[in-house]
C-alpha cells in the first residue's frame, strides 16, 4: 500500500505561481513512477504530467506543457508540481497518483493509489 497527502494548494492570481507536494509513504516510493491529474467540476479527470522511478524522465499534457513542471525528491519520498502562468482555467482539484510501475504513464486507469487531492484556485 501506499499512502499519498498532497499540500501546497490555495487561491493565485492569474499568472502567478504555486509548487504542490505530495508526500508518499507505504511501498517503496523510489521504485514508483508518480503522477498529476486534476478534476475541475463537471469536468472529467485530466492527466496533467508524469516522471519515472528515478526523475530522468517526465511527460506532460499539451494544455501545462511548458509552464508546469513534475520533479522528484526520493530522499525525501515526495513528488512536486511547480506550476508558473497560472490561468484561471488551471482552477481544479490536484490529485498526485502512483504506479507500481517505475515509468511514466498518461493514463490514469495505470495508476493504483491516489491522494484526496488539493484545491487550486486561480482568479482572474
Known amino acids: 500500500q501506499v499512502q499519498l497527502e498532497e499540500s501546497g494548494g490555495g487561491l493565485a492570481q492569474t499568472g502567478g505561481s504555486l509548487r504542490l507536494s505530495c508526500a508518499a509513504s507505504?511501498?517503496?516510493?523510489?521504485?514508483?513512477?508518480m503522477g498529476w491529474f486534476r478534476q475541475a467540476p463537471e469536468k472529467a479527470r485530466e492527466f496533467l504530467a508524469s516522471?519515472?522511478?528515478?526523475?530522468?524522465?517526465?511527460a506532460y499534457a499539451d494544455s501545462v506543457l511548458g509552464r508546469f513542471t513534475i520533479s522528484r525528491d526520493n530522499t525525501k519520498n515526495t513528488v512536486y508540481l511547480q506550476m508558473n502562468s497560472l490561468k484561471p482555467e488551471d482552477t481544479a482539484v490536484y490529485l498526485c497518483?502512483?504506479?507500481?510501475?517505475?515509468?511514466?504513464?498518461?493514463?490514469?486507469?495505470?495508476?493504483?493509489?491516489w491522494g484526496q487531492g488539493t484545491q487550486v484556485t486561480v482568479s482572474s
Open positions: 507505504g511501498r517503496t516510493f523510489s521504485g514508483s513512477a
Open positions: 497518483a502512483a504506479r507500481r510501475s517505475p515509468i511514466y504513464s498518461a493514463a490514469q486507469t495505470s495508476y493504483d493509489y
Open positions: 516522471i519515472n522511478w528515478s526523475g530522468s524522465g517526465t
